[in-house]
Nanobody, 120 residues
Framework: VQLQASGGGLVQPGGSLRLSCAAS????????MGWYRQAPGEQREFVAS???????NYADSVKGRFTISRDNAKDTVYLQMANLNPEDAAVYYC???????????????WGQGTEVTVSS
């Protein structure tokens, strides 16, 4: 199972960016999908998550600016980021809890990270 993240880049303050993360491989079911981020010298922090039933959760720092969504048919999660500021600059990592086979426990998987730079 692999998670492939994409969509990072350079954006000006106040700008927008959309990240994508697709799961691939053989598995039975995907549970939660979401995003963490890690700025230089900082610990990785939670950004947003989405359950398979559509329930979402956000870090306070991104509420009202970021929107997480997912396409279950494509096993893909998106993070639409708006009104970005320099404090949002980080490497963004997607993650997911995936059940490989029926009745097995869910395992955690991480994508490779995609960098977001916010600068004028």
């Amino acid at each position: 199972v692999q998670l492939q993240a994409s969509g990072g880049g350079l954006v000006q303050p106040g700008g927008s960016l959309r990240l994508s993360c697709a799961a691939s491989g053989r598995f039975f079911r995907i549970g939660v999908m979401g995003w963490y981020r890690q700025a230089p010298g900082e610990q990785r922090e939670f950004v947003a998550s989405s359950l398979s039933n559509g329930t979402t959760n956000y870090a306070d720092s991104v509420k009202g600016r970021f929107t997480i969504s997912r396409d279950n048919a494509k096993d893909t999660v998106y993070l639409q980021m708006a009104n970005l500021n320099p404090e949002d600059a980080a490497v963004y990592y997607c993650y997911s809890r995936i059940q490989l086979k029926w009745r097995q426990n869910f395992n955690d998987y991480w994508g490779q990270g995609t960098e977001v730079t916010v600068s004028s």
